[in-house]
């Protein structure tokens, strides 16, 4: 097949000029917030005409990501696209990004949405990581126990967030049912890292490879889904620098065009490996919202349209807390209890349905130190969530 060229367009882009988003998730609402402050009109290719980013763009398209000629048809009414989260096909990315400049590129969603693929990336570059193999059959997982020993945590490849497809198994006897329960989907299986915590670090490349990183965040999982992160992470400097090193050196490695973000294990003797990549804004990320010079969203805004990077400089200690589903069981949170305590802004997402594990929106603390924004923080969420 011909393909027509891509569309060359200005650097940077021109106020008025559409940015499109594929997905329409709270990443990419708030994305189009910050975008449209930069005078830009933001278009989301989502599967919902009711999604959160529709409450904040221009014009929502509902297309199938599996048909490449409607999303053909909107790129060629944009002028730069980006994705804001990486379970997008990346035969969609790349049907769009044959029409209009997809930043990052689709090659980079290629590459991190699959932990198999990731994870070789990893090792082929030199980038620390736990220790792994990938597992097509239950045979394989037996000899990968067996090689990494026991416990160790078994991963789909593919479609995996929040915790969700993933088993961890303690004993031989955990093989069969969690493969029962994974399988035959291609898996990897991680040995378990004992870690002393998890932070992770966001950065941002434009088009000429200068790189903007954030402070490092230290994160708190509750059932394997985000619950408090923080910054300062509060490690010895050599460790957070070794982050930043890391984190830059890894967009630059796979060529990023916008935001990614890099989480790492800290293990208990300081070393640091590697855990996940997302080639966009992420949940550890949003205290920059409220904290940094500019976000990590309008980060992404400026990358996507040729925009200079913005200060990472963070202006006061943080902490974000999530809000879940279960924080609307007893009915509507008392969010005037929450935002009575200082330093405490919220940002809801506009979903309808609190269904449990849910992300519904975050509140966020700034604070003289970060003990007293993680300790704010969550007191505002225990006062809002009365149940
Ligand atoms: P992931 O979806 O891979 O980021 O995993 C979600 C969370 O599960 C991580 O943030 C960790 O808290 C935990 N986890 C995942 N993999 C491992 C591992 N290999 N060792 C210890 N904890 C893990």
């Known amino acids: 097949m011909v393909r027509p060229p891509v569309r060359e367009v200005s650097v940077p882009l021109p106020p008025g000029a559409t940015l499109g988003v594929i997905g329409g998730g709270q990443l990419g609402a708030m994305f189009a917030m910050a975008a449209k402050r930069l005078g830009y009109r933001v278009e989301a290719i989502g599967d919902s005409a009711d999604c959160p980013a529709a409450h904040h763009c221009d014009r929502v398209h509902v297309v199938s990501f599996a048909d490449a000629a409607a999303l053909a048809r909107v790129a060629a009414g944009l002028d730069a696209v980006t994705f804001e989260f990486e379970n997008v096909p990346v035969e969609a990315a790349?049907?769009?990004?044959?029409?209009?400049?997809?930043?990052?590129?689709?090659?980079?969603?290629?590459?991190t949405q699959d932990r198999a693929r990731e994870k070789a990336f990893l090792v082929r570059h030199g980038f620390a990581c736990a220790p792994h193999r990938i597992v097509r059959s239950v045979e394989d997982l037996r000899a990968a126990a067996v090689a990494l020993g026991l416990p160790a945590v078994l991963?789909?490849?593919?479609?995996?967030?929040?915790?969700?497809?993933?088993?961890?198994?303690?004993?031989?006897?955990?093989?069969?049912?969690?493969?029962?329960?994974?399988?035959?989907?291609?898996?990897?299986?991680?040995?378990?890292?004992?870690?002393?915590?998890?932070?992770?670090?966001?950065?941002?490349?434009?088009?000429?490879?200068?790189?903007?990183?954030?402070?490092?965040?230290?994160?708190?999982?509750?059932?394997?889904?985000?619950?408090?992160?923080?910054?300062?992470?509060?490690?010895?400097?050599?460790?957070?620098?070794?982050?930043?090193?890391?984190?830059?050196?890894?967009?630059?490695?796979l060529d990023v065009v916008g935001v990614t973000c890099v989480e790492f294990f800290v293990t208990r003797a300081g070393t640091l490996l590697v855990n996940e990549i997302a080639p966009r804004p992420h949940n550890s990320g949003h205290l920059t919202i409220a904290a940094c010079a500019t976000s990590q969203f309008e980060q992404q805004a400026r990358a996507l349209s040729g925009l200079p990077l913005g200060s990472t400089r963070q202006l006061a200690p943080a902490a974000m807390a999530n809000l879940l589903g279960e924080c609307w069981a007893g009915g509507e949170p008392d969010w005037s209890a929450a935002l009575a305590v200082p330093g405490v802004s919220l940002m809801l997402y506009g979903k309808s349905d609190p269904?449990?594990?849910?992300?519904?929106?975050?509140?966020?603390?700034?604070?003289?130190?970060?003990?007293?924004?993680?300790?704010?923080?969550?007191?505002?969420?225990s006062l809002a969530c009365r149940s």
């Open 94 to 111: 790349r049907a769009m990004a044959a029409v209009v400049p997809c930043r990052p590129a689709p090659d980079v969603l290629f590459t």
């Open 155 to 253: 991963k789909t490849a593919a479609f995996g967030y929040d915790g969700k497809g993933q088993r961890r198994l303690e004993s031989e006897s955990d093989i069969d049912p969690a493969w029962a329960a994974l399988g035959p989907a291609e898996c990897v299986l991680e040995g378990w890292v004992d870690f002393d915590c998890e932070i992770s670090v966001v950065a941002a490349r434009g088009g000429t490879g200068d790189v903007a990183v954030f402070e490092p965040s230290r994160n708190v999982h509750a059932r394997h889904i985000l619950d408090v992160s923080s910054a300062p992470a509060n490690l010895p400097a050599v460790v957070l620098d070794e982050a930043r090193t890391t984190a830059s050196r890894i967009l630059a490695a």
């Open 355 to 381: 269904r449990p594990g849910r992300k519904m929106g975050h509140l966020t603390a700034l604070a003289p130190t970060v003990e007293e924004a993680i300790a704010n923080v969550t007191r505002a969420r």
